[in-house]
C-alpha cells in the first residue's frame, strides 16, 4: 500500500477499536511473556464484519515486538453476561481468523445457571468445531484466571491491578503509526530527491546553471523543513510517552509503554540517520553546482579575454605615423578606446589566479581550466607589450605632427602679417616705426612654433620618421627659412623708412551721409530711414536688462513647468508608480494640476517665441501682451481650480509617490512651490511690465505697454473677484447666468422698506449690517463674510448668499443722508432701499460709476427692444396715431435731451414731495431707472405734469436726466393684459386698509380698474380688495394666464384698450418686458 493509503487503513482501524471497544490490546504478559489480549463482553460482536475483524487481529498481532509474538499469544474472552452461542460464535471467528500464534485461550463462560450448564455440556460435544491447535479452557470465575495470569498483568475490570486507560493507548498507537508512516514518507522523498540531484545533468550556461542551483537549494531547504516538522512531532511524542514518568519518578511502565518508547527512539533514529545522510549527499552536490557555476563564469570570462587576440590583430593595423596632425589624434584616440577595452580584458591575469585559485581547491574540472590559464597569461602579456609599444610610437609622432602644424601656422601668419601691412601708412616715419616694431614682436613671440634645428628632430624622432614623414618636416623647415628672409628684407626697407623725413598729411574730405535704418520699428513692419546716423535709437540699456529678464525667466518658467508634467503629471500615469499612489489622489490629475499642460503649451509653442521676436526692440513688446491678452486668461481656470489642487495636495502631501518623484528630480522643494509657479508668474508680468513702463517713457510703444499693464492689472483683478465669487455659498441659481463679474467689495449696509405710506428701517438699530456685495451685468448679489479656520486657501473667507436684486429692477442715489461715503440702492418705486455706506469717497464713486454703466446698457437695450416691437405689433391700425400723436407731445414737454447739460449733481439732502397724491409720481419721475418710467397719466397742471415746479434739491439719477417715455409709447401698442384669472408668482402683503393680500399660487379675478390700480378678488379666500398696478403685474407678470397680442389678434372694444392701456403706464419696464414674453393661455 502507499503511504497515505496505509495511513487511511490504519485509522480505520483504531476507530473501530476507540468506538466499539470490540478488542483492548492490554500490554500484559503471561509468565512466559507471552503477550495477552482480551475481549471483553461487547453486545454487538456479531455485526462487525469478518473483515474488520480480521484488521483489528492483524493490527494487533503486529504491536508487541517479534521475540514476544514468537512465544504466542494469549486469548481472555469474557462472556460472563452473554450466552453459549456468543462463547461459540466468538471461538469460531477466532479460529478462523486469527493470524498469530496461540499459546493459550481462556473462556469466562455464561455465569447464569441454564447458560453454564449449557456451555459445559456443548463445549464437550463442539470441542472438535473449534479446530485449534491450542487448549482452550472454560474457567467459571475471576479467581480462576488468577491461577492462569498474575494480577498484575490484568486490569480492574477482570479483578487486576493494572492501570489502563483505553483512549490514552489509543491516542499513542494513533501518533505512534502516524509518525512512523511520516518518517517513512521523509525517507521516501529524501530519497526520491538524492536520485534527482544525481541524475541532473550539469548546464553548459551560467544563467541555466544559477537558475538550478537556485531550485535544488530550494527543494533542500523544504525536505529539511519537512525532516524538522518529523523530528518535532517525534519528540512532541516521546514526552507524551514519558509523561508519567515524569510526572511520577517511581512509575513503572507497562511492557506495552515500553515498547511504545522504544518504537519511537528506533523511529527517531532512523530519522536522525536519514537527515545526515542527506546533509552529506547535499553538500558534495551543492558543491559540485557551486563549482560548475564557477567554471561557467570562468568560461564566459575566458572567452572574452581571447578577444585580445582580434585586438592584436587590430593593433598591427593601426599607423604608428599617421598622415596629419588631426589624423594622428584619431588613431590615438582609437587607439584609447581600445587600450579601455584591453584594461577590462586586463582581467586576464585576474582570471588566470582565479583559475589556479579553483584547481587549488579540487575543481572537479582542472584539466579543463589549467590549460587556460597559461594560455591567458601568454596572451596579456603579448597585448600589453604590443599597445605600449603602438602607443608610445603614436604619442612620439602626434607631438611632432602638432609642432609641424603649430609651426606651419606660425609661419602663414607671418607671412599674413607681411601682407596686411598697408604700404602707405608704412610711408611716414611713425608708420614704419610701428610696422617695424609689429615685425620684431611677431619674432619674439615664436618660441616652441619655431622649428629650431633639423638634426635634433631626426635625433629625437627617429623611431617615427619613415619617409613621407621627413619630406613633411623638410618641406615646413624650408617655408619657414623662406618666411624669415622675407621678414628680414621688410625689417630692412622699414628701417630705412623710419630713418626719413616725414612728410605732412593732406586732409582729407569727409564721405557723404549715408541713410542709415532705424531699429526702431517692430517685426514684420517696415524700417524707417533716417539722414544722420544721430537719429540712430537704440534700446535703453534699462530696457534691454528688462527684456532679458522677461525672457530669460519665461524660459526658466517654460522648463519649471515641463519638469512637473513629465516628473509628476506624467509619472502618474506610470504602472510602476501606481503602487505608490494613495487612494484619495488616484484619478485626480486634473484636480491637482489644473490645466497647467494647457498654460504650458501655450507659453512653449506662442508666448515665448514671440517674446523672443522683440529682443531687438524690447519697448514694443507690449504688442505682444495685448495680442495675445485672450490667451492669457486661461490662469483664470487655474487660479479657480488652486483651492482644490492645494486641498488635496495636503491631504496626500506626505505619501511615498510625492517623494520618490522628488527623489528623481533631485528638486529641494515640494510640488506645491511648483504648483504656485503660474499664480506667480501672471504676477509677475504686472511687474515687468512697470519696470519696462518707466524706461520707455516717449518712445513708440509706451502706449501699448500702459494697454497692456492695464489689461494685465484686469486679468489679476477678475482672478481675484473670481476667487471671491466661488466661495460663495447658498446661492441656489447658476452664478454664470448673472452675466460678468464687474465688481466685490464689503460695505455697512441698512435696509428700509415702505409699507403704505410710511417707511420703516429693519431692525431699528444704528448698527449697520456687514455685507459683501457682487455687481453683475444682471444681478447684485448681497453675501455676508464668514472667516474660515485652516490653512491655504482654506483658510480665504466665505460668503453667505443672503440676497439678490436684479439689475433690470434698480435705481441708484449717488448721495444719501449727506454722507459722502453713502449711496442708495433701491428697487420697486423705493419700496425698498438699501443705504449703502462704502469704506472710502473714492470706492463709492467707482461703484456708483460702474452701477451707472450697467444701468445705461440695459437703457439702450429696452430702447433697441422698444424699436423692434414697435415694428413688429400693429394691432392698433386705427387709434394707433392719435395716441402715438398725443403721448409725444407729452414726452417733448418732459423729456430733456440726454445729452444736454442737465446732468445731476451731488446735492444736500433730498427735499420732501409736499403733497400726498402727488408722492408716486413724483418719485416716479425723480427716479428714473429701469425700473419705473414717469407716470404718463400725470396731466398738465397737475403735480406730477412736467409744469410743477416742485423739485428735489438732490434729484439723482444714473444717467443725469429725468427720462425719456417715448420707448413706452410703442411699447403700448403691442402689449394687451385682458380681464380674467390668473395665478399669483408671489407673496403680497397689505399696504393700506383697502388693500388686499395674496400668496404665491392663489387664484386672482380682476374686477374692475380704478385710479390707483386693480379691484381684484382672491378666489381662494372670496375676498376683494385693491392692487397697485404696478404691484399686480409683478404678481401675474409670469402666470399663464397673461396674454400677449401679436399682429394676429383683435381688439373687442376701446374701453378694454384704454384699461389696458392705463395698466402698462404704471407698470416698470421689467414687468413689461416680462409680459412680452409670455405665452397666451
Not at 814 to 824: L, R, S, W
Amino acid at each position: 500500500l502507499k503511504v497515505s493509503n496505509l495511513m487511511q487503513h490504519l485509522n480505520h482501524v483504531l476507530e473501530i477499536i476507540s468506538v466499539c471497544l470490540v478488542f483492548l490490546f492490554l500490554g500484559g504478559r503471561g509468565d512466559n511473556g507471552s503477550p495477552i489480549i482480551v475481549f471483553p463482553e461487547f453486545p454487538a460482536f456479531g455485526e462487525i464484519t469478518d473483515r474488520e475483524f480480521h484488521n483489528v487481529l492483524t493490527y494487533l498481532t503486529s504491536v508487541p515486538s517479534l521475540s514476544s509474538t514468537g512465544v504466542g499469544f494469549i486469548l481472555v474472552i469474557d462472556r460472563r453476561q452473554d450466552r453459549w452461542a456468543a462463547v461459540k460464535g466468538t471461538l469460531l471467528r477466532i479460529a478462523g481468523s486469527f493470524p498469530g500464534n496461540l499459546q493459550l485461550v481462556l473462556v469466562l463462560r455464561p455465569t447464569t445457571l441454564l447458560q453454564r450448564t449449557l456451555s459445559d455440556i456443548l463445549f464437550k460435544f463442539n470441542k472438535d468445531e473449534f479446530k485449534m491447535k491450542v487448549p482452550v479452557i472454560m474457567l467459571s470465575s475471576i479467581t480462576e484466571l488468577h491461577s492462569y495470569i498474575d494480577r498484575t498483568q490484568l486490569t480492574q475490570e477482570l479483578g487486576g491491578t493494572q492501570e489502563y486507560c483505553h483512549e490514552k493507548w489509543i491516542s499513542h498507537r494513533t501518533a505512534i503509526e502516524g509518525f512512523a508512516l511520516m518518517v517513512k514518507k521523509t525517507a521516501q522523498t529524501l530519497q526520491s530527491f538524492g536520485t534527482e540531484l544525481a541524475e541532473t545533468e550539469l548546464p553548459n550556461e551560467i544563467q541555466a546553471t544559477t537558475i538550478l542551483l537556485s531550485t535544488h537549494t530550494s527543494k533542500k531547504e523544504k525536505m529539511k523543513e519537512d525532516i524538522l516538522v518529523a523530528l518535532g512531532q517525534g519528540s512532541r511524542l516521546l514526552e507524551s510517552i514519558n509523561e508519567p514518568v515524569v510526572r511520577d519518578p517511581d512509575h513503572n511502565m507497562n511492557q506495552d509503554e515500553l515498547e511504545n518508547l522504544a518504537t519511537v527512539q528506533r523511529l527517531l533514529s532512523q530519522l536522525d540517520e536519514t537527515e545526515r545522510a542527506f546533509d552529506e549527499f547535499w553538500v558534495r552536490h551543492q558543491t559540485k553546482l557551486e563549482q560548475c557555476l564557477q567554471l561557467r563564469h570562468f568560461e564566459h570570462n575566458y572567452r572574452e579575454v581571447t578577444l585580445l587576440d582580434q585586438v592584436s590583430e587590430k593593433l598591427a593595423t593601426f599607423s604608428e605615423v599617421g598622415i596629419s596632425p588631426a589624423h594622428a589624434d584619431h588613431i590615438f584616440i582609437e587607439l584609447t578606446t581600445y587600450e579601455e577595452k584591453v584594461c577590462v580584458l586586463a582581467r586576464a591575469a585576474a582570471l588566470s589566479q582565479e583559475g589556479d585559485e579553483l584547481i587549488q581547491k579540487s575543481h572537479y574540472a582542472e584539466d579543463s581550466i589549467q590549460p587556460k590559464c597559461s594560455e591567458l597569461r601568454t596572451i596579456s602579456e603579448t597585448v600589453n607589450n604590443n599597445l605600449r609599444a603602438k602607443k608610445d610610437h603614436l604619442l612620439k609622432a602626434r607631438e611632432l605632427h602638432h609642432r609641424l602644424e603649430r609651426a606651419s601656422k606660425w609661419v602663414d601668419d607671418g607671412i599674413y602679417l607681411l601682407a596686411s601691412q598697408p604700404v602707405d601708412k608704412c610711408q611716414s616715419h611713425e608708420g614704419a616705426e610701428l610696422a617695424l616694431q609689429e615685425l620684431e614682436r611677431y619674432l619674439d613671440n615664436a618660441g616652441e612654433n619655431q622649428l629650431t634645428d633639423l638634426s635634433t628632430i631626426w635625433k629625437d624622432y627617429e623611431a617615427v620618421l619613415n619617409q613621407q614623414f621627413r619630406d613633411q618636416v623638410e618641406k615646413v623647415f624650408q617655408k619657414q627659412a623662406s618666411m624669415q628672409e622675407m621678414f628680414d628684407k621688410r625689417r630692412v626697407s622699414l628701417k630705412k623708412l623710419a630713418a626719413k623725413q616725414t612728410r605732412p598729411v593732406q586732409p582729407v574730405a569727409p564721405r557723404p551721409e549715408a541713410f542709415i535704418k532705424s531699429p526702431l520699428s517692430s517685426p514684420g513692419q517696415s524700417s524707417h530711414v533716417h539722414r544722420t546716423p544721430y537719429l540712430i535709437s537704440l534700446p535703453l540699456p534699462s530696457c534691454r536688462h528688462v527684456m532679458n529678464e522677461l525672457l530669460e525667466t519665461e524660459r526658466a518658467y517654460v522648463e519649471e513647468l515641463l519638469c512637473v508634467l513629465q516628473g509628476y503629471a506624467s509619472e502618474m500615469d506610470n504602472p510602476a508608480m501606481s503602487h505608490l499612489i494613495p487612494a484619495p489622489l488616484q484619478n485626480k490629475k486634473e484636480v491637482l494640476f489644473g490645466n497647467m499642460p494647457e498654460i504650458y503649451h501655450f507659453h512653449k509653442r506662442t508666448f515665448l517665441r514671440e517674446l523672443e521676436q522683440y529682443t531687438d526692440c524690447p519697448e514694443l513688446v507690449g504688442r505682444c501682451f495685448l495680442e495675445r491678452m485672450t490667451d492669457l486668461q486661461i490662469y483664470e481656470k487655474y487660479c479657480h481650480n488652486k483651492p482644490r489642487s492645494e486641498s488635496l495636495w495636503r491631504q496626500c502631501s506626505d505619501c511615498a509617490f510625492f517623494q520618490e518623484c522628488q527623489k528623481k528630480l533631485e528638486h529641494k522643494l515640494g510640488l506645491d512651490s511648483y504648483l504656485l509657479k503660474p499664480v506667480q508668474r501672471i504676477t509677475k508680468y504686472q511687474l515687468l511690465l512697470k519696470e519696462m513702463l518707466k524706461y520707455s517713457k516717449g518712445c513708440e510703444g509706451a502706449d501699448d505697454l500702459q494697454d497692456a499693464l492695464t489689461s494685465i492689472v484686469g486679468i489679476l483683478k477678475a482672478v481675484n473677484d473670481s476667487m471671491h465669487l466661488i466661495a460663495i455659498t447658498g446661492f441656489e441659481g447658476n452664478l454664470s447666468e448673472l452675466g460678468k463679474l464687474l465688481m466685490q467689495g464689503s460695505f455697512s449696509v441698512w435696509t428700509e422698506h415702505k409699507k403704505g405710506h410710511a417707511k420703516v428701517k429693519d431692525l431699528a438699530r444704528f448698527k449697520p449690517m456687514q455685507r459683501h456685495l457682487f455687481l453683475h451685468e444682471k444681478a447684485l448679489l448681497f453675501c455676508k463674510r464668514r472667516e474660515e479656520n485652516g490653512e491655504g486657501y482654506e483658510k480665504a473667507p466665505s460668503y453667505s448668499f443672503k440676497q439678490s436684486l436684479n439689475m433690470r429692477a434698480v435705481g441708484i442715489t449717488e448721495n444719501a443722508k449727506g454722507d459722502n461715503k453713502k449711496f442708495e440702492i433701491w428697487c420697486n418705486s423705493r419700496e425698498e432701499v438699501y443705504i449703502v455706506q462704502a469704506p472710502t469717497a473714492e470706492v463709492k464713486t467707482t461703484w456708483v460709476n460702474e452701477i451707472r454703466k450697467v444701468l445705461t446698457t440695459q437703457l439702450e437695450e429696452c430702447r433697441a427692444s422698444h424699436v423692434a416691437l414697435f415694428s413688429t405689433c400693429s394691432p392698433f391700425k386705427t387709434g394707433q396715431k392719435s395716441i402715438k400723436k398725443g403721448e409725444e407731445k407729452k414726452a417733448e414737454s418732459c423729456s430733456p435731451d440726454v445729452n444736454s447739460s442737465s446732468s445731476v449733481k451731488a446735492a444736500g439732502k433730498d427735499e420732501g414731495v409736499t403733497s400726498p397724491t402727488s408722492d408716486r409720481a413724483a418719485v416716479a419721475k425723480k427716479r428714473f431707472t429701469l425700473q419705473g418710467f414717469s407716470n404718463l397719466k400725470a396731466q398738465k397742471g397737475s403735480p406730477t405734469s412736467p409744469d410743477h415746479k416742485t423739485k428735489r434739491q438732490s434729484d439723482p439719477t444714473p444717467f443725469g436726466f429725468k427720462g425719456n417715455v417715448q420707448p413706452l409709447h410703442s411699447l403700448l401698442a403691442g402689449l394687451v393684459v385682458c380681464a380674467g384669472k390668473y395665478t399669483v408668482t408671489a407673496e403680497y402683503e397689505i399696504g393700506g386698509a383697502q388693500e388686499l393680500s395674496v400668496k404665491s399660487g392663489d387664484v386672482v379675478q380682476l374686477v374692475k380698474e380704478g385710479d390707483d390700480g386693480q379691484l381684484v378678488r382672491n378666489l381662494n379666500t372670496s375676498k376683494e380688495g385693491w392692487i397697485p398696478a404696478a404691484n399686480l403685474i409683478n404678481l401675474i407678470g409670469k402666470s399663464k394666464s397673461c396674454q400677449s397680442l401679436t399682429s394676429s389678434g383683435t381688439l373687442r372694444n376701446n374701453d378694454t384698450c384704454s384699461r389696458q392701456a392705463h395698466l402698462l403706464l404704471h407698470m416698470p419696464v421689467s414687468s413689461c418686458l416680462q409680459l412680452s414674453g409670455n405665452a397666451p393661455v
